[in-house]
C-alpha cells in the first residue's frame, strides 16, 4: 500500500513548484485504478448527476448520493486525496455546510469542496476550527447554472477578474486549504495562483496553476457529449487507460498540458 497522500503533501508540492494531478472518480473501481497509477487526489465530483446519472445538470445530486459515492470511492482507495463536492442546497448557511461537511468526511473524504466566493469565509472558517479541509469552487460555478445562463467563461472584464482574485485571497484567509478555478482566462488563473498562499487546481484556467483537474470520463472518452474546449482525450493517442492516465500525471507535471488550445483568454 504506497503512503497516503495528505492536505500537507499537496501543499508542500505546490510550494515546491511540483505539479499535482486530479481526476473524478464515482467508484471503487476507477477509484483504485487511478490512485493505483499515480493521480494524487481524487474528486467525487457532484457531476457523477451528469456522466453516472445521465441527469441535464449537478443540481439534482443529493446529499445522501454524495455519501454512497464517497463511501464506494473510500473503498477502492490506494492512497489519494479524496475531495467530495458539496451537493447543490446543502450549504446555505453554516449549521448546514457543518452538517453536510461531517457526512462526507465520516463517509471516507479527506477534503470537501463547496461552490462559491467571499460569502462563504465564516463557513470555511467553521469548517476549519472543526478539522475539515475545505477547496472552494471559483469561476465557473456549475451549480450556478441557471444563475450563469448557461456553461460561460467568468471573470473576462477587469472588475469582475479583481473582485475574484480579492474573494480567491478572502477565503484563503478565512481557511480554506485549496482552490480550484473553472473556466477563467488563463492570465486570471495564474493572478489568482500568484495571489493566494495555498495550492490552486485549474480546469479551464491555464496552466500556472498548482494542479489541474479533469472528469475521468472526459479525458478516457468514455462520453456521449461534445468534449469542453479544455479537455484532452487521453485514450484517443494512446489506446488504454493505462497509458492514458499515465500521459495526463506526465503533462501536467512537465506543464505541457494543458497547452494554449486548451485555455481561454
Known sequence: MPKAITVPAIKAMAANGEKFTMLTAYDATFSSLLSGLG??????GDSLGMVVQGQ?????????EMVYHVQ???????????????PFNSYGTVEQCLDTAGKLMQAG????????????????????????????????????????????????????????????????????DFILLECVPSDLGKAITEAVPVPVIGIGAGNDTDGQVLVCYDMLGLTQHRLPKFVKNYMQVHGNYEAAVTAYIQE???????????GFE
Open 39 to 44: 493521480v494524487e487526489t481524487l474528486l467525487i
Open 252 to 262: 501536467v507535471k512537465a506543464k505541457t498540458f494543458p497547452s494554449k488550445e486548451h
Open 109 to 176: 473524504a479527506h477534503m470537501v469542496k463547496l461552490e462559491g466566493g467571499a460569502w462563504l469565509c465564516e463557513s470555511v472558517t467553521a469548517m476549519s476550527r472543526m478539522g475539515i479541509p475545505s477547496c472552494v469552487h471559483m469561476g465557473l460555478t456549475p451549480q450556478s447554472v441557471n444563475k450563469f445562463g448557461g456553461y460561460k467563461v467568468q471573470g473576462r472584464e477587469d472588475d469582475a477578474a479583481k473582485a475574484m482574485i480579492n474573494e480567491a485571497v478572502a477565503v484563503a484567509e478565512a481557511g480554506a
Open 56 to 64: 441535464e445538470s449537478t443540481l439534482p445530486v443529493s446529499v445522501d
Open 72 to 86: 464506494a470511492v473510500a473503498r477502492g482507495n490506494k492512497g489519494a486525496l479524496l475531495v467530495a463536492d458539496m
